[in-house]
């Protein structure tokens, strides 16, 4: 079955740093795609980066970057340069080839301090 | 952003009553999914639709039903409701069931049961 785990509930960040947010998965389908999202305090739910399982370099997305390490089923996201605006919730999610559902982790909540 | 449009936003109400949110869209996506989200769950699949009129269970489908009369409105419906639905609810769509098809969210309805 498909698993996400993200194993910081929360982290500190002073601005300006980067920080690199967990996220580990689990499948037995060869094929299928990692997502991260991001919910800020107002409650909506923002796609930010995805990363597929055959793809050969890692996702980037202007300040965000995705550390993809197939042999260890991570998916951690990076931001650079972090901004007060980041501070949100931040959820990882993967999908199976065809399979209807994102399976999301418990997710990490980002406090960004200036 | 994706047009998706989730209404009511807030809505408190009484066990027993029935209750129903609505999802519309306007990207004439195909697939169409109802989530809740509750602290340390993440976001788990209620109940998606693949069709008009063509709907299936997730993961968390007790108490609830779906119906897709159109293609762009897709209603969860609570017949009578319970304080363990209180949560906050994402309608989401997807154009493909392709995995590195993103799903784009809906800005969520927080719905109390007193």
Known sequence: AQKITQTQPGMFVQEKEAVTLDCTYDTSDPSYGLFWYKQPSSGEMIFLIYQGSYDQQNATEGRYSLNFQKARKSANLVISASQLGDSAMYFCAMRDQGAQKLVFGQGTRLTINP | DAGITQSPRHKV??????VTLRCHQTENHRYMYWYRQDPGHGLRLIH???????????????GYSVS?????????????????????????????????????FGDGTRLSIL
Not at chain 2, 54 to 61: A, H, L, N, Q, Y
Not at chain 2, 68 to 81: G, H, I, P, Q, Y
């Open chain 2, 48 to 62: 998606y639709s693949y069709g008009v009129k063509d709907t299936d269970k997730g993961e968390v489908s007790d």
């Open chain 2, 13 to 18: 109400t009484e066990t027993g009553t029935p």
């Open chain 2, 68 to 104: 897709r009369s159109k293609t762009e409105d897709f209603l969860l419906t609570l017949e009578s409701a319970t304080s363990s639905q209180t949560s906050v609810y994402f309608c989401a769509i997807s154009e493909t069931l392709y995995s590195n098809q993103p799903q784009h």
